[in-house]
């Protein structure tokens, strides 16, 4: 059987069996699992200010932080996939777990941001490990689809508390110490975790079939990291300047290569064969386009509370209960929805509810540091959020035959992750690229002395207009904090604008992209294509078996 990740499982016992031997312990130890790996993931959200005060931090430099980690999911986690079907699952989540461990130390360790950035790379690449590993370990135990579907809820459940809990558990921390305490306590958790895991899991394999895609790794990997790093670098240190111009052309030349590869793989990580059916195409560009619009916005968020308006890093990560907890309340009610809706008017729905919250949010004013505010347009998103980011798999699996049901999951995963990587990337390039021309355009008229006037515009140069905004009163500069946060606050507000327009233009394609369509897609829209090797085409569970 295969799984949303790309592996493959082996076999339970019958359905008739009573017991599953291992399912207990390898539930328990997953779950800790997948909670640490999401806690690792959402930890920065409540402490960019912290990070911007101590490391004297750009933007483009905060950006990276939040970047970093998922980079090192999507780029890794189907090549971590197939190690775990050679070398054993719980073999995998240790090892990721143990990287974990290892990056949240250096990370609170830190002395510059790069090394922080070095850290939150390291977290991703054993969160890389723990999502896929913990997922195939746990299914490889259950005996029967009824079994298995609930084991994956609450896998989805304790993923998706770690989204909700982990700006809290940061905020909380950081207040009665310092935001690398924070980090100290990821390293225990990671830690009970690797216990566990070694305790209680039961290791699991299936190297049938199974072999690396490893010139499909490496240009993928090199593309998309030298694209990504033109498209932060961009909006600070100029779209013209050779280093971004450089990275942006080579990363381009290394993902078409990375297509040319694919075409041709034995056994690729990414079939683009699968693009040949049109509610599958149309339900990626979705799963991109709305997860750009989702992480995007609470990026945005995190920015706009943190660095900012400078707050609390506990009531930075309230709203963020509402952004991720829907997730997790609602995964009783999505998977009954799955059984009685439509996926394709589920995502439209969802996609159509973060739209309005992100347009809400675009009207927030930024000198109001009241939290109220955020209330309204964060449920919106949050629910919205939560119907979509299950409905996409069921869409994915439900418009390809059978035989390719696993590929297609796990190609949905990864352009879901894809999504998520690109939100931070594209929020953070609008807001401070608008944030700095709105700077600089009402600079001119501010009537600041001559002084003052060049210190903010030498602050300004180095660090933008966050640097100018966190500038001390009395400081140098200081005058220009209300020019500076004035700007910021345009900034942000058409980066809202940005995801409120991805989430719709994500509506669209799932509400008239699918005309015509039933349910298990169009005979005629069928791939023609084998099945890749080491993927046997089961069907899955759907409902919640997915990551935020």
């Not at 090549?79 to 050679?86: A, C, H, I, N, P």
């Not at 990026?299 to 509370?305: F, P």
């Not at 001119?444 to 140069?461: D, K, V």
Request: charged share 10%; aromatic share 8%.
């Amino acid at each position: 059987m295969t799984l949303n990740n790309g592996t493959t499982m082996s076999q339970g016992p019958t359905a008739g069996a009573a017991r599953t031997p291992g399912y207990a312990g390898t539930l328990a130890a997953a779950c800790g699992a997948v909670f640490v790996a999401q806690v690792a993931n959402a930890l920065p959200a409540s402490l960019n200010g912290l990070f911007q005060q101590d490391l004297n931090t750009r933007g483009s430099q905060l950006t990276w932080i939040t970047a970093a980690f998922m980079v090192a999911v999507v780029c890794f986690e189907f090549t971590f996939g197939v190690l775990g079907d050679l070398f054993g699952r719980r073999r995998l989540v240790v090892a990721g777990t143990a990287l974990v461990a290892a990056g949240s130390t250096v990370a609170a360790l830190a002395p510059t941001v790069q090394v922080l950035w070095l850290g939150t790379a390291l977290n991703g690449l054993g969160a890389g490990a723990m999502f896929p590993g913990s997922l195939t370990a746990l299914n490889a135990h259950t005996r029967d689809m009824r079994q298995r579907s609930h084991a994956v809820a609450v896998w989805s459940g304790f993923l998706s508390a770690g989204a909700a809990v982990s700006p809290l558990l940061g905020g909380v921390f950081a207040r009665v110490g310092s935001w690398r305490g924070s980090f100290w306590v990821l390293v225990g958790l990671a830690l009970v975790s690797m216990v566990l895991t070694v305790a209680l899991a039961t290791e699991s394999r299936a190297p049938e079939g199974r072999r690396l895609d490893v010139a499909g790794q490496v240009t993928f990997a090199l593309g998309l990291i030298l694209a990504l790093y033109g498209a932060v670098e961009g909006p600070e240190s100029g779209w013209t300047t050779l280093p971004v111009m450089l990275s942006l052309i080579l990363g381009a030349v290394f993902l078409a290569g990375f297509v040319v590869v694919e075409l041709g793989a034995g056994s690729p990580i990414f079939d683009l064969r699968l693009f040949r059916n049109r509610a599958f195409a149309v339900s990626s560009a979705a799963a991109v386009i709305g997860m750009l619009a989702f992480l995007g916005a609470c990026y945005a968020t995190s920015m706009w509370l943190g660095p900012v308006q400078h707050q609390d890093p506990i009531r930075v990560a309230i709203p963020f209960l509402l952004l991720q907890g829907p997730a997790f309340l609602l995964i009783p009610v999505v998977s009954r929805l799955l059984h009685r809706v439509a996926a394709s008017w589920l995502l439209t729905s969802g996609f159509v509810l973060m739209a309005a919250g992100c347009l809400q949010c675009a009207r927030l004013d930024v000198t109001d540091p009241r939290l109220a505010a955020f209330v309204a347009p964060a449920l919106l998103i949050g629910v919205g959020f939560a119907l979509t980011v299950s409905s996409v798999t069921a869409v994915a699996l439900n418009s390809v035959p059978p035989r390719l049901a696993g590929m297609a999951s796990a190609t949905t995963n990864m352009l879901r992750d894809l999504g998520f990587v690109l939100g931070p990337v594209v929020v953070g390039a609008v807001a401070l690229s608008n944030a700095g021309s709105a700077f600089a355009t009402n600079f001119s008229g501010a009537g600041l002395s001559a002084a003052q006037t060049e210190a903010a515009q030498e602050i300004a140069r180095a660090g933008g207009p966050l640097a100018v905004n966190s500038v001390p009163s009395g400081a140098p500069g200081a005058p220009a904090h209300g020019l500076a946060l004035d700007a910021l606050g345009s900034g942000f507000g058409t980066a809202f604008l940005v995801c409120g327009a991805a989430a719709a233009v994500a509506a669209a394609l799932t509400a008239f992209g699918m005309i015509g369509l039933h349910a298990g897609g169009h005979a005629g829209d069928e791939v023609a294509a084998p099945a890749p090797p080491g993927h046997d085409g089961s069907p899955e569970p759907v409902a919640g078996a997915t990551h935020p």
